[in-house]
């Protein structure tokens, strides 16, 4: 018989996976207690969560929502959610890792599409959501300035034009 238990574990996390909008399943050992929990609520700050969850649970819950994966996941694992900005809970995991070594993506979920650890590594490197809006702003003001400076240009070089002829008649 089936543990209830275990069901509504898969049912919850299936929910979970469905509703980030990115997902990152990372190996967690060798970080301690304290820096787990650190980078737990540098996480939740970011608008996300880790749960450390068994591969057998995560391989049903994906399962119920129709991914497969090419390969069985190993050794302990702990699923990084990306609830309001896809990249940045995912930074902040990469970030860490940089600097301790610790924790190593395994795989990800972005978009319904299962992502390697090469391209979960590149998805990484994008700018936060912030960041492009503030790219794309500019990059929009910026011809914008560029037109009024130039047809501000034109009638200051109209005016000048226009005092010397002043000056030469008097």
Sequence with gaps: MVNQ???FAVQDLAEKLKSAKAVALIDYQGLTAEQLATLRHQVK???GAIQVVKNTLIMRALAQLGIALDQKLTGP??????YEDEISPLKLVDETA???EKPEFKIGLYQGRVLAQTQLKQLVKL??????L??????????LARLAQGLKFNQTKLVLVLKQIAEKQN
Excluded: D, M
């Excluded at 503030?134 to 011809?143: K, S, T």
């Design 5 to 7: 238990a275990k069901i």
């Design 45 to 47: 700050e970011a608008g």
């Design 77 to 82: 694992t702990a699923v990084v959610f990306a």
């Design 98 to 100: 940089k600097q301790l």
């Design 127 to 132: 700018p936060s959501r912030e960041t492009l």
């Design 134 to 143: 503030a790219q794309i702003v500019g990059g929009l003001a910026n011809p």
